[in-house]
């Protein structure tokens, strides 16, 4: 990218992890940006400390897609490389102990958008427009965008956006269920900080092991599905984390959680 400065940064703000995006004109996403992200990442998961991680970007977009530079310069072989990586960059996130937070500050177009999918859960703000053109372009999603966006909105509504190009409003990403909460502009990143809070006031272990029941649940059918939370749920019971749980329930004060 030629910069002596990242066009990746992390910042701590309490127990959340905050990873943002600072590659202007409009926050490509481009290898260097996977890379530095996953990076970041990966200290997120080791820090114990660290209770959530929300990924944002600077200025009026969050990435409008893929940088159009970059992808005029791969082949066949390069592309498929590309994607792969960039798919197990996603796959990371997704691994980690820590809920995922997308704070949706602007336009998230493409790479942008399939990064957001990556996530746990989106916030958006209210002036966001996002959308999956790569057709208009001649190619297909290759971050993950075909096998996502299915799995968050109805297999119609992800079937329309991926056929169509369409760009829609952070409203109408939030009747689709794309976003999961849409707020004022210049405010996501402060509402994704409280939902943030919220996670981290509960026990982490527990908040770790609900987020693999769900995610691994999705990879199977209901009846394993069943088996995965039986699973996670039984060391829990043994945990001081538990224990601290009840005892602040029956004592009427607020828990103490200490991941263990």
Same mark, same amino acid.
């Given at each position: 990218m030629g910069s002596e400065v990242s066009p990746v940064t992390i910042a701590r703000h309490g127990s959340t992890a905050v990873i943002t995006?600072?590659? =202007?004109?409009?926050?490509? @996403?481009?290898? #260097?940006?996977?890379?530095?992200?996953?990076?970041l990442a990966a200290g997120v998961g080791e820090d =114990?400390?660290?209770?959530?991680? &929300?990924?944002?970007?600077? $200025?009026r977009h969050f990435m409008a897609g893929g940088d159009i530079a970059?992808?005029?310069?791969?082949?066949?072989?390069?592309?498929?490389?590309? &994607?792969?990586?960039?798919?197990?960059v996603q796959d990371q996130l997704r691994r980690l102990p820590q809920p995922v937070i +997308?704070?949706?500050? $602007?336009?998230?177009? /493409? $790479? /942008?958008?399939?990064l957001a999918l990556a996530c746990d859960i989106r916030l958006a703000?209210?002036?966001?427009?996002? /959308?999956?053109?790569?057709?208009?372009l001649g190619i297909i999603p290759g971050a993950g965008g075909t096998?996502?966006?299915?799995? &968050?909105?109805?297999?119609?509504?992800?079937?329309?956006?991926? @056929? !169509?190009? #369409?760009?829609? !409003? +952070? +409203?109408?990403?939030? !009747?689709? $269920?794309?976003?999961?909460?849409v707020v004022p502009a210049g405010e996501v990143l402060t509402a994704a900080l409280d939902l943030a809070a919220r996670i981290a006031r509960n026990a982490p272990l527990a908040v770790t092991a609900a987020k693999r029941a769900v995610d691994l649940g999705l990879q199977t059918g &209901?009846? #394993? /599905?069943?088996?995965?939370?039986? !699973?996670? @749920?039984? =060391?829990?019971?043994e945990s001081a984390d538990f224990a601290e749980g009840i005892a602040a329930f029956i004592d009427k004060r607020e828990p103490s959680f200490r991941r263990g």
């Open positions: 995006v600072d590659n =202007p004109p409009v926050n490509a @996403f481009h290898p #260097d940006i996977a890379e530095a992200i996953a990076e =114990p400390d660290a209770r959530a991680l &929300v990924i944002t970007a600077a $200025g970059y992808l005029k310069t791969l082949n066949a072989y390069r592309s498929e490389r590309y &994607v792969l990586r960039i798919q197990e +997308a704070a949706i500050n $602007g336009t998230a177009l /493409g $790479g /942008g958008l399939e703000a209210s002036n966001a427009v996002l /959308g999956l053109p790569e057709v208009s096998q996502n966006l299915p799995r &968050v909105v109805s297999l119609g509504q992800a079937k329309r956006l991926l @056929f !169509t190009a #369409d760009r829609i !409003t +952070a +409203a109408e990403a939030l !009747t689709i $269920g794309l976003v999961d909460e &209901v009846v #394993d /599905g069943h088996r995965i939370e039986a !699973t996670l @749920f039984a =060391p829990l019971t």
